[in-house]
């Protein structure tokens, strides 16, 4: 294979998991990538909710007090990798000092626990969306996937990741690139 001088950058898209993929915990899967590199990738599962989880357990287990203000979220499924870590992906009008990272002008990631802190104080970002776990490839593992047809990559956008109901993130993420999903699943499987 013939190393190309356009290196894939997937910092800030999502990755679509197609119909095909082996994997039962990616199946209809959306990942927003928060970081990707020569030496792997990382991202957060944005439309796979944890069971009734909702924030307020989470605070609860972490003995966080909750003011009237706070608003309760659904807790997601991240990811299989550090499944009792938190992750928080939320508009950028929030910041929280060093540890948040802007992965897209619209969309930042936080993981410390100043931020639960401030959500539990109703002082937290506008938009949230808090993964547990996260999803992680080793360098080169993505870029092998992606080739084997096992992901479409689409541009992310904060409609998808905050406002869509997870029931409906995939078939949007497809729309945003001109997929209809029933041509995608019909045709999945037949040689």
Known sequence: MEHSDQ???????MLIAMPGMGDPRFV???????????DGAMGLIVNK??????????L????????PDAEDIQL?????????????????????????????D??????TLDILEDMANGKGPEKTLMALGYSGWSAGQ??????????????????TVFDTEDTEKWVAALKTIGVDALSLSASAGHA
Not at 51 to 56: D, F, I, K, T, Y
Not at 142 to 156: H, V, Y
């Open 7 to 13: 290196e894939l950058n997937l910092n800030g898209k």
């Open 28 to 38: 209809h899967s959306v990942v927003f990538m928060c970081a990707h590199s020569d």
């Open 49 to 58: 909710p944890v069971g009734e989880m909702q924030l307020s357990d989470l």
């Open 60 to 67: 609860e287990q972490l003995s966080i007090t909750k003011t």
């Open 76 to 104: 997601h499924f991240g990811g299989p990798v550090e499944g009792g870590r938190g992750f928080v992906l939320h508009s950028t009008e929030y910041r929280s000092g060093a540890s948040t990272v802007p992965v897209t």
């Open 106 to 111: 619209d969309i930042g990631m936080t993981a």
């Open 142 to 159: 993505l870029e092998g996937e992606i080739a084997e047809n096992g992901w479409l990559i689409c541009d992310a956008s904060t409609e």
